[in-house]
């Protein structure tokens, strides 16, 4: 092309939208009010990279308005086998025509014509102009354009990172065939994507060989005769389907626009206008990447939270260029180490892992290094010094790396980011959060696990694309999330860290008899349910068991599935209270029983033979509200409230080194936000009133004097407060107090009437959360629905339900480790031995010295009713005992 011609670039705006969609992940793109923006986002990036790459003196962006134009007239059926429009894509092209609206690029659309029409108008006049001209689009039909002043950018899969430029040249050594002969090859061939089928075994060679031959489509068919084989039959035969595709592919270079090619001209970017636009879209990254492509980041602009770091190499855009890993001798890595940068690290094990040796990556954004290393060795010392200074690191998942260098001796502190909680606090709703998996969601990068431990993707690029995925999440992050994840979730981890390597002592040969009790009964109710049958089988198996209890026992049909009916927990007890049967008796209490065996048999398998201590593995990213979870094993799982889950908690104790264990939990937490949430005056003043919540709610809603509210009002009481929490509905509240509907509604109704700030809350934390998108707890936690807007109205439901009780649970979540760290804090400043070993739910655990007990106490207690200023006290439970059950309060 000639460089010395004015240049137009002219893009295919829908081609390059889909291929934009189908390119950034969908979940990684959503605003605050559920507004799926992936393909914007994809798109403003790929025109970026374009624009710096070719620097075109003019733009013009082209769109379709809809599947009808002339050719649908023709035929109907024109493009009619494409899919559906994803629900996800459709209001995103409003959306991106707003953004390059305020970014002064010109877009054109017409009714009854396609962008190629468009494209071809616009490059032929353009070229008449004395332009250089650039299309680029996924089209295909598009290739007619190309000539010695028109280069067609065609994006490969991974978008304009890998552009095929087609040329005169480039078309000839492709297809063997001239630019301008491309519609004739296209008609004989067809095109699946516009449902335009071709001559029936012609393929592009067998058609390029002809189009060669007799020089175009029409001479061709004045010639068919004269074809041989079932080719030539074929194209007798079909011959009117070639004629019909060369009419519809051939694009209209004369329609008419409402501008000049001279009004096309690029100007300068207006930050004033794009900013705003783009801060609704919550687009920082490319906020700052559009500024700086602008030129007009300035030191002033520095003190916006949403330009700053377009200069600052600390903030690494997502095109950049990973930088080739050095290798530093002992002398020169410790001058490397502490130069003022920020710097990420990863380790992985060698691949050679009998060696002991371990490869580390280290990144900031303008250069990397790899090294092997041996801890403990002679090289490299300085390294394992570094780890442990104050000096500034980012991370990946820094609870399990802290964890991994302690077992080689070596401490982690200094971390001052962990990708993987910044990411959780952003989008606690995505599943997949494990290293690889993110670097694709949100980065676009393909990486596997199997290449990381092959060595195909070396240390130094994964701690670069650390580096990465950290500088994304906190620039999209708002300002109350980033401050959660800077003071709450990332010291946290240290705490939860120090927890998990203490353990929690176990009384094992408590469980080992309690495991042979359970083994007993379960062989029992094995006998009973047999012999109700007067056969054997297998109590595990629903195939046996639907044919013991729909066609043996001809009992009422449950729920249908797939494999038959269910023979599920929740199905089997509502058989057995429709129709009473040994069996079903039997069987029940066997699962429950075998589910406490497995349990206490999966609590002595996990006791670490070292120190008889179970060390479960707390997870900040276990759940969407931000609670913690327990794996490994799962403690939040052991009953509470029941005989058995109190026989199996006797057997969790304190260390030799201690005298006691001390428990704290709060009490009714979730009721106590609701009333700070609502501010429900009743709600607030049964709480003030300091006596029993539920029997206090209930002569309100009763009626009566609280000394006489009764047990059965108080149950349903207690399970109505609770049930609002977690979205429950007339029919739930019937079910789970055994009731009639009539009689749960009429209690709905008589309890919000008492309190109505209540209802008002629930009303409006819904809708809100409609309107934004999100939820948000006391602290500025949020959690996306967009879901809430769903079409489908079971999957709006859930959301509903989730909705009402993400603020509540998540707000005591928040609570809970505001008041963990605060005490370790304390702990710490007191130098007292006792310490905190394990949190349950809303429930701490201490091993306490005697001698401090009344000091920790206070400090417990102190420390947790501080956590939260809320329009009601926040009251502590504390208990002391031998083991957990005698700890209870």
């Known amino acids: 092309m000639n460089k010395s011609k004015p240049t137009l670039m002219i893009v295919d705006g829908h081609s390059l939208a889909f291929r934009a969609f189908y390119g950034a992940p969908v979940d990684a793109f959503v605003t605050t009010s559920g507004q799926h923006t992936n393909a914007v986002h994809a798109f403003i990036s790929m025109l970026l990279v374009l624009l710096e790459k070719y620097n075109p003196d003019s733009l013009a962006i082209a769109f379709d308005i809809s599947r009808h134009s002339f050719r649908t007239e023709e035929y109907p059926e024109y493009k009619g086998a494409r899919r559906a429009t994803p629900e996800e894509f459709k209001g995103q092209v409003p959306l991106l025509k707003e953004v390059l609206e305020a970014m002064g690029i010109v877009t054109v659309e017409k009714q009854g014509y396609e962008a190629d029409d ?41 978008g304009v990172k890998l552009l095929k430029e087609y040329t005169p040249a480039a078309v000839v050594e492709k297809y063997g065939i001239k630019p301008e002969q491309y519609p004739d090859m296209a008609a004989l061939v067809g095109e699946t994507s516009d449902n335009l ?5 012609v393929g592009e060679k067998t058609a390029a060989k002809w189009i060669n031959e007799y020089g175009s489509l029409a001479e061709i068919l004045a010639n068919k005769d004269s074809i041989k084989g079932k080719v030539g039959e074929n194209l007798r035969e079909n011959a009117h389907l070639a004629e019909r595709n060369r009419r519809l592919n051939r694009l209209l270079r004369d329609v008419e626009l409402p501008f000049e090619i001279s009004d096309l001209a690029r100007g300068q970017i207006d930050m004033a206008r794009v900013t705003p636009v783009l801060r609704k879209l919550e687009f920082r990254s490319v906020l700052r990447r559009v500024a700086k492509f602008a030129g007009e980041v300035t030191v002033a602009d520095l003190s916006d939270p949403e330009l700053a770091g377009a200069a600052n190499t600390a903030a690494v855009s997502l095109q950049a260029e990973f930088p080739d890993p050095q290798l530093l001798l002992d002398e020169e890595l410790e001058a490397w180490l502490h130069r003022d940068e920020a710097k990420s690290v990863f380790i992985a094990p060698d691949r050679e892992r009998a060696s002991g040796k371990y490869t580390v990556g280290l990144a900031t954004a303008t250069a990397s290094v790899e090294f092997s290393w041996l801890p403990g060795g002679s090289d490299y010392q300085g390294f394992a010094k570094w780890l442990a200074s104050e000096s500034a690191k980012q991370v990946w ?3 399990n790396l802290s964890h991994e260098l302690a077992s080689l001796g070596v401490q982690l502190n200094g971390v001052t980011a962990d990708a993987q909680l910044a990411l959780n606090v952003l989008r606690p709703d995505i599943n997949e959060k494990n290293f690889a998996k993110s670097c694709g969601k949100f980065l676009g990068e393909e990486v596997t696990e199997e290449q990381i431990v092959a060595g195909e993707i070396g240390a130094a690029k994964c701690a670069w694309l650390v580096l990465r995925l950290n500088s994304y999440a906190l620039s999209n992050l708002d300002t109350r999330s980033e401050r959660l994840y800077r003071e709450i979730e990332l010291p946290l981890t240290a705490v939860l860290a120090s927890l998990e390597e203490r353990g929690i002592a176990i009384d094992l040969p408590v469980l080992e008899g309690h495991r042979l009790e359970l083994k007993e009964q379960v062989a029992e109710l094995e006998r009973k349910a047999y012999a109700a049958i007067n056969q054997q089988i297998n109590l595990a198996s629903p195939k046996q068991l639907q044919k013991v209890l729909f066609e043996d026992l001809a009992l009422p049909p449950s729920r249908k599935i797939k494999s038959g009916y269910s023979t599920d927990a929740k199905s089997i007890k509502e058989l057995q209270l429709a129709h009473p049967h040994p069996f079903l008796e039997a069987l029940i209490e066997h699962r429950e029983k075998n589910k406490l065996a497995q349990m206490v048999q999966t609590l002595i398998d996990s006791i670490s033979p070292v120190d008889n201590k179970i060390h479960t593995t707390l997870l900040q990213i276990g759940a969407v509200t931000g609670r913690l979870a327990s794996t490994a094993p799962n403690l939040q799982n052991i009953p509470t409230r029941s005989f058995e889950g109190e026989r199996i908690r006797g057997a969790f104790t304190y260390d030799d080194a201690y005298d006691c264990l001390l428990t704290a939990d709060y009490s009714q937490i979730e009721m106590r936000i609701m009333a700070h949430l609502s501010n429900d005056e009743g709600l607030i003043a049964a709480f003030k009133e300091g006596e029993d919540l539920h029997r206090s709610v209930g002569a309100r809603v009763f009626g009566v004097a609280p000394a006489d509210v009764n047990a059965s009002m108080r149950a349903k009481v207690k399970a109505m407060s609770y049930g609002l929490t977690y979205g429950l509905g007339v029919f739930g509240l019937a079910s789970q107090l055994n009731i009639s509907q009539a009689e749960a509604k009429q209690l709905m109704s008589d309890y919000f009437n008492r309190f109505g700030g209540v209802r008002d809350y629930l009303r409006s934390v819904v809708e809100q959360a409609r309107t934004k998108g999100y939820t948000e707890t006391i602290f500025g936690r949020r959690r996306l629905f967009p879901e809430l807007k769903s ?24 609570i809970i480790k505001i008041a963990m760290l605060a005490i370790e804090k304390r702990l710490a400043e007191s130098k007292l031995r006792s310490r905190m070993v394990l949190q349950i739910h809303d429930e701490l655990m201490f091993e306490a010295a005697m001698s401090e007990l009344e000091t920790l106490q206070q400090i417990v207690r102190e420390e947790m009713s501080a956590a939260a200023q809320l329009l009601v006290p926040l009251e502590v439970s504390l208990g002391v005992g031998a083991n957990w059950q005698l700890a209870a309060h």
Not at 197 to 201: A, F, T, V, W, Y
Not at 798 to 813: D, F, H, K, Y
């Open 118 to 158: 468009i494209l071809a108008t616009l490059a032929t006049a353009a070229d008449n102009q004395g332009y250089a001209v650039y299309v680029v689009s996924g089209d295909r039909d598009t290739i007619q354009l190309v000539n010695e002043n028109v280069t067609l950018l065609y994006p490969g899969a991974l």
């Open 791 to 814: 079409s489908n109205r079971v999957v709006r439901q859930n959301a509903e339900r989730a909705a009402l009780n993400a603020p509540i649970q998540g707000s005591a979540s928040d």
């Open 197 to 201: 089928p071709g001559i029936p075994k």
């Open 397 to 399: 998942d820094a609870k």
